[in-house]
C-alpha cells in the first residue's frame, strides 16, 4: 500500500522513477522550516536543500502540507533533504497575514476543501464570498460546511442567505456536538483523496475531525489536545483516516486576503460578471456609468447591494495584491522578501 494510500498516484511515480536517486514522499505536516514526510515505507523530518532555498522565485513554490515532494533520505533519524515539489493539481493560497506582499499556501493536493462557518456570530454571509472565491481559484472543489447547527434558532433565515451566495455549492448543516449532519460529510471521504477543513477559529472543525476519526475505529487519536483536553490548532496537519483518505486540519483564520483569485472571484460572482457583459462599456465600474446593466439589476433588486460591494472589494483587493507584486518583482523587492522568509524561518 505505502504512500498509495496517502494519495500518490501513478503519474507521482512516474515523476519520481526519473530520479531514482530520491524518494517520493508527502507533507504531513511543517513546523518552522522543518518537515514530517510520509514515503513509501518510512516517515521522516526534512528540510529543503540549500539550493531549492536560493533557487525558488516565489513563496509559494516551498513545500505546504499535502505536497508530494522527493526526498534525499539515508538513514532513520537523520534529517532528509527535500530537492523538488511536484506539480500541484490544487492548491489552497491566501495572502499572508499582515502589511506585507507574501502569500501563504493553506494547503495543497487537496480534492474537496470544507469552508467552514458556524452558525453563530461567526455567520458572514460577505467572507463566505471571500473563501468560495480563493476556494474556487485553488482547483479543489468547495462545499460548505455550517458549524454548530445546534445553536442557531432562525436556521431558515441563514439558508435562504447562503442560497443566494453558494449556487452550485452543497451546503451542509452539522454539529461536532450532537453529530447532526456528519453522514453528509462521509461520501467526500474516499481512499487516496484528500480533504481539508478551513475556516475561522472556533468554529469547531477540529471537532469535527475528532467525531469523523472517533467514528472510523482509530484506536490512538493522534489530534494534539492542550492541559483541558480541548483542541486547538497550532499548525496544518495532515491526517490518515484508516481506508477512508485523508483529511488536512488547518489553523483558524483571522484574515483570508486575496492572493491572484481573479478566475475564483469570477466564478463566485458570475452572477454578476454576466450581467456586467451587458453594461454600455466594456471598462464600466458598474459605479455611475450610463447603461451600466448591473446597477440597473441592482435597482430592480436582482442583486444585493451588499454583494455588488463585496465583489467590487474583493477585485479591488485582488488588483492591488498583484500590482503590488510584480512592482516588487519588477524592484526586484521580491527577493529581499524571499531572503527575509528564508531567514526568519531558519531562526528556531
Ligand atoms: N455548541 C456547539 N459547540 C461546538 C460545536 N463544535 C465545536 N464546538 C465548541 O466550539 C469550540 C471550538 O471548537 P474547535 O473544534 O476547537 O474549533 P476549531 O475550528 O478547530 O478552532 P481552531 O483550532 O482554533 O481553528 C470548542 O469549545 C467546542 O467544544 C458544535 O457543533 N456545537
Ligand atoms: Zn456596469
Not at 19 to 46: N, T, W
Not at 57 to 62: K, N, Q, T
Not at 160 to 178: D, H
Request: glycine letters at 6%.
Amino acid at each position: 500500500m505505502g504512500l498509495e494510500q496517502w494519495g500518490a498516484s501513478e503519474q507521482y511515480y512516474e515523476i519520481a522513477s526519473v530520479h531514482p536517486e530520491y524518494e517520493l514522499g508527502r507533507v504531513i505536516s511543517q513546523e518552522k522550516d522543518l518537515f514530517r514526510v510520509v514515503m513509501d515505507k518510512e516517515e521522516c523530518l526534512a528540510r529543503v536543500s540549500g539550493k531549492f532555498r536560493y533557487n525558488v522565485s516565489a513563496i509559494s513554490e516551498f513545500p505546504s502540507v499535502g505536497d508530494f515532494v522527493l526526498v534525499e533520505y539515508s538513514f532513520k533519524g537523520d534529517v532528509a533533504v527535500i530537492h523538488k515539489v511536484l506539480p500541484r493539481k490544487s492548491v489552497f493560497i491566501r495572502k499572508a497575514a499582515g502589511k506585507n506582499c507574501m502569500e501563504q499556501v493553506v494547503a495543497a493536493n487537496i480534492d474537496t476543501v470544507f469552508l467552514c462557518m458556524a452558525l453563530n456570530r461567526d455567520f458572514n454571509i460577505r467572507r463566505l464570498e471571500r473563501y468560495l472565491s480563493i476556494a474556487w481559484d485553488s482547483g479543489a472543489v468547495p462545499v460548505i460546511i455550517l458549524t454548530k447547527v445546534d445553536l442557531c434558532d432562525d436556521l431558515e433565515a441563514k439558508r435562504f442567505e447562503i442560497e443566494k451566495v453558494a449556487v452550485g455549492v452543497p451546503v451542509m448543516e452539522t454539529s461536532g456536538l450532537t453529530g447532526d449532519g456528519l453522514q453528509q460529510i462521509k461520501p467526500y471521504l474516499q481512499e487516496t483523496k484528500t480533504v481539508a477543513f478551513i475556516g475561522s477559529s472556533g468554529v469547531g472543525k477540529s471537532t469535527l475531525i475528532n467525531r469523523l476519526l472517533g467514528e472510523e475505529c482509530l484506536k490512538t487519536n493522534t489530534l494534539r489536545k492542550d492541559d483541558k483536553g480541548r483542541h486547538t490548532t497550532t499548525h496544518r496537519e495532515l491526517f490518515l483516516l484508516p481506508n477512508k483518505g485523508m483529511v488536512i486540519d488547518t489553523p483558524g483564520m483571522r484574515e483570508l486576503g486575496m492572493w491572484n483569485a481573479g478566475e475564483g472571484i469570477e466564478h463566485t460572482f458570475s452572477d454578476i460578471e454576466k450581467l456586467a457583459e451587458k453594461c454600455r462599456f466594456h471598462n464600466c465600474t458598474h459605479t455611475s456609468e450610463p447603461g451600466c446593466a448591473v446597477r440597473a439589476a441592482m435597482e430592480e433588486g436582482i442583486i444585493d447591494e451588499e454583494r455588488l460591494k463585496s465583489y467590487k472589494k474583493l477585485k479591488a483587493e485582488n488588483l492591488y495584491m498583484e500590482e503590488a507584486e510584480s512592482y516588487m518583482l519588477a524592484k526586484k523587492k521580491k527577493f529581499k522578501e524571499i531572503a527575509k522568509y528564508n531567514k526568519n524561518n531558519l531562526k528556531r
